[in-house]
C-alpha cells in the first residue's frame, strides 16, 4: 500500500510540473505570436469602429474604418468625406476594440495595392483633394498625375474645378510626405 501512495505521490507531483511547464509555454508562445502582429493585423479586426488616428503633420484624424491596405487606411469622416490616411504617418491609434485579424502574408496583389495605386483612382476620378503633408501644411487641388514615389498636384481653389485659369501651379510632392488625403465634394471643404 505504501508503493501505491508513494506512486500516486509522485504521478501528482510529475503532473503538477508538466502543467506548470505547459503554462510557461503557453505564455511564451501567446507574446511570440502577438509579437508576430502588425498594427494592419490591429486595424483589420476593427473595420466599422470609429477611430482616432494621430497623425504626424496632419493631428488627429477621426473617422469610421472602412478599408485598410498594405500602407494605408480609408476613413469616412463625420462630414461623409473620405479620409485616406498614409500608415507611415500614423503615430497612434485608438477605438480599436477587442479584435484582431490574424497576420496575413501580403500577397503579390496586395503589396501592389499600395498607397500609390489607391491615389491613382483619385486622379482617374479628377476628385479635388486636400493633401495633409506630414510637414504640417496643407494644399489643395486636382490629383493630376503619380509617379513612382510622387503625386502631381494641380494647385486651386476647392471651389473651382480644375481648369487651366484656376490652376496656380502644379507642384510634385513626394508621396512619403503624404499623410492623409482628404477628398473634397466641389465647393466645400
Known sequence: MRWEQLFAE?????????????????????????????????????????????CRGAGVVRGRLVDVGVDWVLLTDERGRDLLVA??????????????????????????????????????DRAPVQLLLD????LAGTLDRVGADFVELAEHHLDEPRRRGAVRAVRAVALAAVAVVVSVTPGGA
Open 135 to 138: 510637414g504640417g501644411s496643407a
Open 10 to 54: 509522485l504521478e501528482a507531483a510529475f503532473e503538477a510540473e508538466e502543467s506548470a511547464v505547459e503554462q510557461a509555454e503557453a505564455g511564451s508562445r501567446a507574446r511570440a505570436a502577438a509579437g508576430t502582429l502588425r498594427l494592419v493585423d490591429r486595424l483589420r479586426g476593427a473595420s466599422g469602429h470609429q477611430l482616432v488616428l494621430d
Open 87 to 124: 500608415l507611415a504617418a500614423v503615430q497612434s491609434v485608438s477605438g480599436l476594440g477587442a479584435l484582431t485579424a490574424p497576420p496575413e502574408d501580403d500577397g503579390v496583389v496586395a503589396r501592389a495595392w499600395d498607397l500609390r495605386r489607391a491615389v491613382r483612382g483619385l486622379v482617374r
